[in-house]
Each structure stands twice: as structure tokens, then as C-alpha cells.
């Protein structure tokens, strides 16, 4: 019951420091769970992946060594960024992905056909009328939390039998598709000159 109510106690102050505008404190995504994210996303050669809060670098990593993409790695703590760096070095990939200190606030997402994430609830749903506007077909994945109402096209589950935060010892790995633009709609021309859309 303890170990409940510390790990509540944990996610209700990183609530409040992710209101208060602190930085969002770093949790390891499980190996199983950043394997999931790419595979649920079809990452391939092809794919620029941002990992918004990128930690210790290993979903970009892992996207550049196993899945042929390319990738960025967004973090707010300078130290998180050369040990991913680091990372990048000895895994062989240091050319293919970039570490940045930076606000994912701040960050130029339009690169990118694959964002990840594993934040708050609250920056989540501060991100999304970013990641909304973003390119049709882009993908979306992120780690436990949703978007609110923007329901995910995929949700899977995935043991993590020593998760430390919430009750459930699993983790939903949801995916979204960014959706056509209204105006972007195809065209018909009907028996006058002008398109109808």
C-alpha cells in the first residue's frame, strides 16, 4: 500500500511541476515498451523520428540502429543530452541522429513523419494543436498518456511487470494518424469550370 500511494504521490508532483512550467522529470521507458512504439508506428528507413523528452536518448537510437531512420532528441537537461550523445557514439548511429538541449515547446516538428513521446498528461494536451497541424499522415505515439478527446487509431498493451509509477504493471503504447486537413479534401469538377470541393 506504501509503494501505491509514493507512486501516486509522485505523479501528482509531477503534475504540478509540469503546470507550474517545471521541467517533466525523467522516467525510462522500458525496452519492451520503446520496441513497441516504433513497431506500432511502422518506423523504416524512410522516417525522421522526434522524440519529444528524448532522456537518455534510446528511442532515437534504437529507431536509427534497428529501423534505419533517422532522428532527433529533444531535452531540456544538458546532462541527458551528452549521455545520449554518448549513446549515439558507442551504438554506432551518431550520424544519422542529432541531440538538442532545448523546449519541446521550442521545437520545429515539421521534419518529422514520427513523433514520440512520453510526458504528462497536461503537456500532451498542450502539445496537440501542434501535432494536429502538423503534415497529414504524420504518426504519433505516446506512452501511457492520450490526447483527450483525439482518439488514438491503435492502443496496445505491453507488460512491464517493475513499473514504478500507477497501479497497473503494463504500459499502453497509443498511436495516432494525422488526419487530412479539411481543406485539403480532393476535388471534383463538376460540368462547370470551377473545382467543387
Same mark, same amino acid.
Given at each position: 500500500m506504501k509503494r501505491i500511494a509514493a507512486a501516486l504521490l509522485l505523479l501528482a508532483a509531477s503534475a504540478a511541476r509540469a503546470q507550474s512550467g517545471e521541467e517533466v522529470p525523467f522516467i525510462t521507458s522500458p525496452d519492451n515498451v520503446t520496441l513497441e512504439m516504433l513497431r506500432l508506428a511502422n518506423v523504416g528507413p524512410g522516417d525522421h523520428v522526434i522524440d519529444l523528452g528524448s532522456g537518455d536518448g !534510446? +528511442?532515437? +537510437?534504437?529507431?536509427? /540502429?534497428r529501423f534505419g531512420a533517422t532522428g532527433l532528441g529533444v531535452e531540456i537537461d544538458p546532462r541527458l543530452v551528452e549521455l545520449s550523445q554518448r549513446h549515439? &557514439?558507442?551504438? #554506432?548511429?551518431? *550520424?544519422?541522429?542529432? %541531440? &538538442?538541449?532545448?523546449?519541446? %515547446? &521550442?521545437? *520545429?516538428? #515539421? /521534419?518529422?513523419?514520427?513523433i514520440t513521446m512520453y510526458l504528462l498528461p497536461e503537456v500532451n494536451m498542450q502539445l496537440r494543436p501542434s501535432l494536429l497541424a502538423l503534415k497529414p499522415g504524420t504518426r504519433i505515439v505516446s506512452h501511457d498518456w492520450d490526447l483527450g478527446d483525439w482518439k488514438p487509431d491503435q492502443t496496445s498493451v505491453v507488460p512491464v511487470p517493475d513499473k514504478q509509477v500507477g497501479l497497473e504493471k503494463s504500459s499502453r503504447v497509443h498511436l495516432w494518424v494525422v488526419p487530412p486537413r479539411p481543406d485539403s479534401r480532393p476535388c471534383s469538377t463538376g460540368s #462547370? *469550370?470551377?473545382? !467543387?470541393?
Open positions: !534510446r +528511442i532515437v +537510437i534504437l529507431a536509427a /540502429k549515439a &557514439r558507442d551504438a #554506432g548511429v551518431a *550520424d544519422r541522429v542529432e %541531440f &538538442r538541449v532545448q523546449d519541446l %515547446f &521550442r521545437t *520545429d516538428l #515539421g /521534419k518529422a513523419t514520427v #462547370g *469550370d470551377s473545382p !467543387r470541393c
